[in-house]
């Protein structure tokens, strides 16, 4: 019995030693606990107010419409197919494109400008998709936007001949896509009277600075005449280098009488004295000193 009781001591000590070992195993390998907290995005604030613009609005390049931000402050540019978009930079609704996030998810704060799906053009045999821009010749630029084609000019360049040019015309020029205004000296213009002058007025005299309506007549505009008549007075001609232009005048108010029964009236200068002397650059034309005028070429358009 000696011999038998270490080997059941040792037993028992080993019953004891494996079940504290599974503990652990089983310790170990428990799977982590998840922490609770999760991380908080600011998001950017692209508005600002009270709005903050620039004295002048941009000037945008041809064909990009001018719109006003999408914070409803500022007049922009708005942005072009392929550009980044923003709440505030918004893109060319007048083209058919919108802003799409997709790509920045989870955020959707900058987007690309994307066409809005719309029908494409047929020009000229050939077809476009919706938004493509392209030339069909050297003068235009055009976009095709849901079927139908616009189109920009690309000669905007050349300049209007000045008024004293004579005879002035476009000529195609080698190698040149755009036109360009040449004047034809050849061609020497006569004086002609106007219309309503029969002659410089007295023989002997070269000018006749005031003509005025022999009888009393109405005015009239877009179908509806004056409810009296006048005898106004217009500025004469002269037949050498002189041109006559108003001296003094007055501002007068007309009352017109429509065939449909309505009545409105408008304000016309009256002319009372003219002066004639030689500072034309074109006699005759009143409108000459016009060309020193760097916005001309806007008027003579």
Known sequence: ????????????????VFPQNAITTVTTTSP????????????????????????TAPLCPSGVSLLTDGCECCKMCAKQIG????????????????????RDAP??????????SGVG????GIRYNNGESFQPN????C???????????????????????????????????????????????????????????????????VYREEAPMNYTLSGCTSKIRYRPKYCGLCLDERCCSPYKSKTIEVNFHC??????????????????NLSCKNPNDIFADLAHFHDYSEIAN
């Open 138 to 141: 050297c003068k235009y630029n």
């Open 143 to 209: 976009t095709c936007i849901n079927g139908d084609v616009g189109c920009i000019p690309l000669c905007t360049d050349s300049k209007p001949p000045l008024v004293w040019c004579p005879n002035p015309k476009q000529i195609k020029v080698k190698g040149e896509c755009c036109e360009e205004w040449a004047c034809d000296y050849s061609k020497k213009p006569r004086k002609t009277s106007a219309r309503h002058i029969s002659s410089a007025g007295k023989p002997g005299k070269k000018c006749l600075a």
């Open 1 to 16: 019995m000696r011999w038998i009781l270490p080997w059941l001591f040792v037993i028992s000590s080993g019953l004891q």
């Open 107 to 116: 955020r959707y704060e900058i987007g690309v400008c994307a066409q809005i």
């Open 259 to 276: 065939p449909d029964g309505t009545d409105f009236s408008r304000k016309i200068m009256w002319i009372n004295a003219c002066f004639c």
């Open 83 to 102: 550009e980044n978009c923003t709440e505030v930079d918004i893109c060319d609704t007048h083209r058919g494109l919108y802003c799409d996030y997709s």
């Open 121 to 124: 053009c047929l020009l000229n």
């Open 32 to 55: 982590p606990v998840i922490s609770s907290v999760t991380e908080v995005y600011t998001r950017t604030q692209y508005c600002k107010w009270p709005c903050e613009c620039p004295a």
